[in-house]
């Protein structure tokens, strides 16, 4: 839904204004699991789940809300509290997923929204900005690449080949065991270089959102294999100078899965983009790198309010 940009439907979106607000939303045919922080009546920034809407730390949604934003994580389908029919075959492509977001975005807001992908989110972001471009007025890109799963570029760092070998070659817990899913999530952290207590946590909080304990579902939540099956074609890599808003291109420095080559060929190929690499971090935004993230964020989208309006 597009509003006038009235007076009275800022109002409406009024009633969701909070820290935390989780509900569904209805978009582009599909139910979204949606997580709302802050103003409803600010400046929407979007953020796609990669593929769950936790893959984007707390700490980053609360200091973008500190900031006048309104912040929106979600589930991507097949994951959270979205839509899940059968994460094992999916019957929609990544340009559906890029659907998905612009239609959530404009059931959001009637301006044009800051839009940010994580990991594979990121790759939706990128088709979904494309495709789209007059619905979004801002685009972070977060530990990505600008290809779709599977063989990368030549010019491109491929997964760190060590480090997959100890990721996948482990035992697969019991994915209807939350204690050990769990776990080995903070193992899987540790390869990776991530905080293996953040991401125990994190997994905890994926397991309790995940419907039903079925064990393909879980896993599909935990790993988001669900990408890996996606069509993702065409290409859209040799698109990207055609982007038109301001972009920031945030990766971790140690980051094993998409090394910090794929952020900076990103930064590179797309006109006046921003890099902002976190020396020290993986895979995974960091908490103690939470403000510094939200500050280029808030930075690449301009002024919250007319005057500089203080902010709750």
């Not at 070659?169 to 953040?198: C, K, N, T, Y």
């Amino acid at each position: 839904m597009q509003g006038d940009g009235s007076s009275a439907e800022h109002a409406r979106r009024r009633l969701f204004v909070g820290a935390g607000v989780m509900t569904t939303v209805e978009a582009n045919g599909v139910r979204l699991g949606v997580e709302r922080f802050g103003d409803a009546a600010a400046p929407l920034v979007l953020l796609v789940g990669g593929t769950t809407m936790l893959s984007w730390p707390d700490a980053l949604c609360e200091a973008l809300a500190r900031g006048g934003r309104h912040v929106v994580r979600y589930d991507l389908r097949d994951s959270g509290a979205s839509t899940t029919v059968d994460p094992g075959a999916p019957g929609y492509t990544i340009r559906d997923l890029a659907a998905d977001a612009t239609a959530l975005a404009r059931e959001l807001d009637d301006r044009p929204a800051h839009l940010a992908g994580i990991g594979v989110g990121g790759m939706v972001a990128q088709v979904a900005a494309l495709e789209n471009p007059d619905a979004f007025s801002a685009l972070t890109l977060a530990g990505t690449r600008p290809v779709a799963p599977g063989p990368v570029d030549d010019d491109l760092p491929d997964h760190d080949a060590a480090t997959m070998h100890r990721l996948f070659s482990r035992p697969m817990p019991d994915w209807s065991d939350r204690d050990a899913v769990a776990g080995f999530a903070a193992a899987g952290a540790e390869i990776l270089g991530d905080d293996p207590a953040a991401a125990r946590a994190r997994a905890e909080r994926i397991w309790n959102r995940t419907p039903g304990t079925h064990p393909a579902v879980q896993m599909a939540n935990q790993f988001g294999l669900v990408f890996s099956k996606l069509d993702c074609k065409p290409r859209w890599r040799e698109r990207l100078p055609e982007l038109g808003v301001p972009v920031l291109v945030v990766h971790g420095g140690k980051d094993p899965f998409f090394p910090v080559g794929n952020g900076e060929a990103l930064a590179r190929e797309i006109p006046g983009a921003r890099l902002l690499v976190l020396e020290r971090a993986g895979t995974a935004i960091p908490d103690v790198a939470a403000e510094d993230v939200a500050a280029a964020m808030l930075e690449l989208g301009g002024p919250a309010r007319p005057l500089g309006a203080a902010t709750g």
